[in-house]
């Protein structure tokens, strides 16, 4: 199969790339660099190795690739590394990412399919990206009626608050993006978000079905905030404080779910609920009500919407793993980092490279990272599991097991985590800690 | 609270409670339908079916063509049971024309239309499942329609459309190694339906929500004029197969299946049930088949029908399809009428989904085994 035009030259090709090239130095130099340099004269200029980092100096160090380290190293310690890539959106995004595809091949083998196959040479391994083009070259269609403002403001809210979500999980000791004092109340916080959002996107698109998809939504979630809530308590209770690091530290013993697994079990369903995933994904009941609130979506909006669902996923699952199954508590299988190559440098061929200030990333926060990803995969493969074997229940049945029966297990849950308080068990003080 | 119109405007009382829903034609869980619903709150005050939308005038078209010509466009209307809709007509244009059809071909067109049953309940039962949002029962039928599928395509030589039985007998004999393969296939497939059992039917979340949903009592479902699985899913004993047997039916080993419950549960179980009995069948059929022998009794060229009428009714997936054909010495006929029985069953659709939740709207309606091409025909 030939994709070449039947008029190409590959003289004229090269020729073309070449004025391109061309072009891009001429405006680089003659309208970049200066404004670079405009730039600078007016902001401060960082300290890196009792050096002022000019960007001639920026530019020497990128042509030896010893002297860079210090600046990525300096980079990897400021916040906006912490919010766009590590513990922050970069990192939620990729494995948010790998979840769709693993979805996607998981539910193909449960179903007796292959799933994606053909994009990429490997199992369809590209099929995401494809599938991201596709939304991105879609026209974005607005209903004529529609409350414009918010309805464009919907998608950009849903991962928004995604987002934020994301940024309270902590992956590794020190690595999280922010870590408030009252981490856990920041979290209900953030959820509480959702139910808004969605009302207010199924309002503004002033259509029947994303108006009772939209209600619908927020019975579902007001219903199981509740439980959710009252689920938690338990461990708070226990490890004695709100802080999701200090939770984390707090079972370096024992994980949380061995003692409270009622208040985990409640914790997993109302997961299920929040994230409109099978079986509580009554919102988006195609066979009723279309696609529920998202049915005006089109193109890229509703590729937004399913990021932040997906980052929603992950930040879930890391929360339940955080909470319940010992964060990034696990045995230490990371290699330590070979210390002759920082303090004598690495020989490759003619080249002896050194590394001042290494090592970038200490073994422990790899390590915590690796089992925190671990622990992770596994929670989200568990939420995913369920699509495959239930079908969708009724919007009567979702409440009154989130009113009824939810809220009397979490009350059970709370009353064992006093139990276990207030015998000497476990929490502050007690024989087990 | 209720909205005063203007004089002259006293069509209705509007309440504002109540919204209308327009379920259909571009629905995802309407069909070529539309259905037009109105809820308060979650639970729907009234239904109105609102079908044809697919009308394409079969009737008015076989009046136009000779009783061979007739044959590929009268299952079009349902293109995956087709032998089941052209079988009634098989059988009135013999009677018709006085055809005696050879033994074996009577026992090869039993086979044709319980493999096509089967095709069609594993169509409805796939579109069942992801109705009720259950992805994995939406991929298992209609990845194991394939094996008859193939058998079918092995017998008559098309995937869907078949157009296999003709006036006289079956188009052309088997293939030759077809009673082992469909053995084979048959048993198979008898395994893979044991597993649906387990991944859907005895579903705790699924009996929760059709169990008690949308009952149909059995002297509603006989005043209402229901037929088929809806008809037997409310406790009566009524199968074409076994009160009027045509054919070799009567030869053959088989139950009917009857469950009392009327609800939801009950309408969607008892074509699973069924595809069991077809497994009997076509079993049976192919150990008391005489295994040589003609299939097709040669039809004079353009034959023509007496001053004649004649209605002859089959069990299909659907129901009862009966087709009641006038002929007056053309060779074209006079007059095709069809009965169908997706268009029976639609009637008692308001009935049942009045009062019910919106929720349970998707299992009532699929519930009711409708395919709304053969109800507008």
Redesign the interface.
């Known amino acids: 199969m030939s994709t070449i035009a039947p008029q190409f030259r590959l003289s004229r090709f090269i020729g073309s790339l070449f004025d391109l090239i061309f072009w891009v130095i001429l405006i680089f130099s003659l309208v970049g660099l200066p404004i670079v340099f405009i730039v600078l004269f007016y902001i401060k200029l960082p300290v890196i190795n009792n050096q002022l980092m000019t960007p001639y100096l920026a530019m020497t160090w990128m042509a030896d690739p010893s002297r860079t380290l210090p600046i990525v190293k300096n980079f990897m310690h400021t916040t906006i590394f912490k919010v766009m890539a590590f513990p922050g959106f970069g990192f939620a995004a990729l494995l948010a990412a790998a979840t769709i595809f693993v979805e996607r091949k998981f539910l193909a083998k449960i179903q007796l399919r292959v799933g994606p196959l053909y994009c990429g040479k490997i199992e369809g391994i590209l099929q995401l990206m494809g599938d991201g083009f596709k939304l991105m070259s879609k026209e974005i269609i607005i209903p004529a009626k529609a409350d414009k403002p918010i309805f464009w403001l919907g998608p950009l809210l849903f991962v928004g608050a995604a987002g934020a979500f994301v940024s309270l999980i902590p992956v590794a000791p020190g690595w999280v993006v922010a870590n408030p004092n009252v981490g856990l109340l920041a979290v209900f916080a953030v959820i509480g978000f959702f139910p808004i959002i969605a009302v207010l996107t199924a309002w503004a698109a002033n259509s029947k079905w994303t108006f009772i998809g939209g209600l619908r939504a927020l019975h579902q979630m007001v219903a199981f905030e509740i439980p959710l809530i009252l689920s938690l308590l338990g461990v708070v209770i226990l490890s004695g404080s709100l802080n999701l690091s200090q939770i984390v530290v707090s079972q370096e013993h024992f994980w949380w779910i061995a003692f409270l697994p009622i208040g985990a079990i409640v914790f997993f369903i109302t997961i299920l609920a929040e994230l409109e995933r099978v079986p509580f994904d009554l919102p988006e009941a195609e066979s009723e009500i279309v696609a529920g609130w998202l049915t005006e979506f089109s193109g890229m909006m509703y590729g937004l919407i399913q990021l932040g669902t997906y980052l929603k996923l992950y930040a879930f699952a890391g929360l339940f793993v955080v909470l319940f199954l010992g964060g990034w508590n696990g045995p230490m299988v990371w290699p330590p980092f070979p210390q002759d190559i920082v303090t004598q440098g690495i020989t490759i061929g003619p080249v002896t490279a050194k590394f001042p200030g290494l090592p970038l990333f200490d073994q422990e926060m790899l390590n915590g990272t690796l089992w925190f990803v671990i622990k992770t995969v596994g929670v989200i493969l568990l939420i995913l599991l369920p699509r495959g074997v239930f079908p969708r229940v009724r919007i009567d049945m979702i409440l009154h097991t989130g009113w009824y029966k939810l809220i009397g297990l979490a009350f059970i849950n709370i009353f064992i985590a006093l139990g276990l308080l207030y015998a000497g068990v476990l929490g502050p003080g007690g024989f087990l800690q | 609270m209720t909205t005063q119109l203007p004089p002259g405007m006293h069509l209705e009382t509007v309440d504002d409670k109540i919204?209308t829903?327009n379920v259909g034609p571009q629905?995802?869980?309407s069909g070529h339908m539309r259905l037009i619903i109105k809820v308060d709150g979650?639970y729907i005050v009234s239904c109105d079916p609102d079908p044809g939308y697919v009308h394409r005038g079969e009737e008015k078209m076989a009046e136009y063509r000779n009783y061979i010509q007739n044959i590929p466009h009268l299952e079009r209307p349902v293109i995956h049971d087709s032998s089941n809709i052209l079988y009634p007509y098989c059988l009135g244009v013999e009677e018709l024309l006085g055809i005696e059809v050879p033994e074996r071909a009577k026992y090869i067109r039993v086979i044709a239309a319980e493999l096509n049953r089967c095709i069609y309940i594993l169509y409805w039962l796939a579109i069942y499942?992801?109705?009720?949002?259950?992805?994995?029962?939406?991929?298992?039928p209609a990845?194991d329609r394939e094996l008859f599928i193939d058998l079918l395509e092995a017998m008559s030589g098309a995937r869907v459309t078949h157009a296999y039985l003709v006036p006289g007998g079956v188009r052309n004999d088997l293939p030759s190694n077809f009673e082992e393969r469909c053995l084979r296939q048959v048993e198979y497939f008898e395994k893979r339906l044991k597993e649906y059992e387990a991944?859907?039917y005895q579903?705790p979340?699924?009996r929760?929500?059709t169990e008690g949903s949308g009952i149909l009592s059995r002297t509603d479902a006989i005043r209402l004029g229901t037929t088929g699985s809806v008809l037997r899913a409310s406790g009566v004993d009524f199968d074409v197969r076994k009160k009027e047997p045509y054919d070799v039916y009567e030869n053959l080993d088989f139950q009917t299946i009857v469950l009392k419950e009327g609800d939801s549960y009950a309408r969607s179980r008892v074509p699973y049930l069924e595809m069991f009995e077809s497994c009997r069948i076509i079993k049976d059929a192919l150990k008391k088949m005489p295994k040589s022998g003609s299939v097709r009794t040669k039809l004079k060229p353009n034959p023509k029908g007496g001053n004649d009428e004649v209605y002859r009714r089959i069990e299909s997936g659907r129901g009862a399809i009966g087709y009641y054909i006038v002929s007056n010495n053309r060779p074209e006929p006079y007059r095709v009428k069809i009965s169908v029985g997706s268009f029976r069953n639609l009637i008692c659709m308001p009935y049942l989904l009045k009062g019910e939740?919106?929720?349970?709207?998707?299992a009532v309606y699929w519930g009711l085994n409708y395919w709304p091409v053969e109800a507008d025909r």
């Open positions: 919204m829903l629905h995802p869980g979650d499942g992801i109705f009720l949002g259950h992805s994995t029962m939406f991929m298992w990845g991944v859907f579903n979340l699924l929760a929500r939740k919106l929720g349970n709207m998707p």
